[in-house]
């Protein structure tokens, strides 16, 4: 109960502090965005040297290759629509989603999803897909039309969008807890309290945008 209460206390602060940083105007996003990359970089790099120890080159490439890939991240979500209201959907997406995931998983249980994270079951991934189209539906409360998004999509090509960035989200998560099962850690770092590392709770965050804003650029063209 006292993690939970961690969990819930942390979530809110960091709801607020994202919420703030993405409409108060586009610096503040741009310095949370890399202050968040900054962060997940550092504890990315912790995992692989406690995965390759001794392996100084492989360690060399992994921290390269995740340095260029948070540049994207951080380019992608700052150039990511014109509208605040675009990116709070799909940041939406992802937090129903882990929430859905979170809820359903330990509620129900069940037959477990993969190797690579023991808590993930399949009932969690139904749930995570489930609870993804809570933005949707309360798109849908409040008016398609009034929400002023930027892409011209039918509700049915946003309903499969959605999904899709539930799926891309979820993925993320399995492929850091990869690494954290390689590296023998439960958690990617400690900075944030009942959750673990930065890297931990926004995972998803960082594969779910950056499709996203590939999807809207082909979307787009067509």
């Known amino acids: 109960m006292n993690n939970l209460q961690k969990r819930i206390f942390t979530s809110f ?22 202050i968040a990359s900054i962060i997940c970089f550092f504890e990315f790099n ?21 340095f260029f890939y948070l540049i ?5 979500a700052f150039n990511f629509s014109k509208i ?5 959907y799909v940041l939406l997406v992802c937090i129903f989603s882990d929430i859905g995931g979170y809820v359903i998983g330990k509620s129900i249980g069940g037959k477990k ?24 539906i309360l798109l849908l409360i409040i008016y398609f039309e009034e929400m002023n998004i930027s892409i011209n999509i039918s509700i049915t090509e946003l309903f499969f969008i959605t999904l899709v960035l539930s799926f891309i989200c979820q993925s993320g998560d399995l492929f850091i807890s990869y690494f954290k099962r390689k590296a023998k850690v439960k958690d ?3 900075i944030l309290p009942g959750h673990g590392g930065l890297l931990d709770r ?19 063209y067509l």
């Open 72 to 76: 994207f991240f951080t380019y992608s």
């Open 202 to 220: 926004i995972d998803g965050i960082i594969f779910a945008v950056p499709a996203a804003f590939i999807l809207e650029k082909i979307l787009f």
């Open 188 to 190: 990617t770092g400690s």
């Open 84 to 88: 605040e209201e675009d990116m709070l």
């Open 113 to 136: 999803l993969t190797k690579l994270s023991p808590n993930k079951t399949l009932s969690g991934t139904l749930g995570s897909f489930v609870f993804s189209l809570a933005p949707l």
């Open 13 to 34: 602060i960091l709801s607020v502090v994202l919420l703030i940083a993405l409409f108060l105007n586009k610096y503040s996003w741009l310095i949370l965005l890399i």
């Open 46 to 66: 912790n995992i692989v040297k406690k995965i390759w120890k001794r392996k100084k080159t492989s360690i060399y490439f992994a921290n390269l290759i995740s």
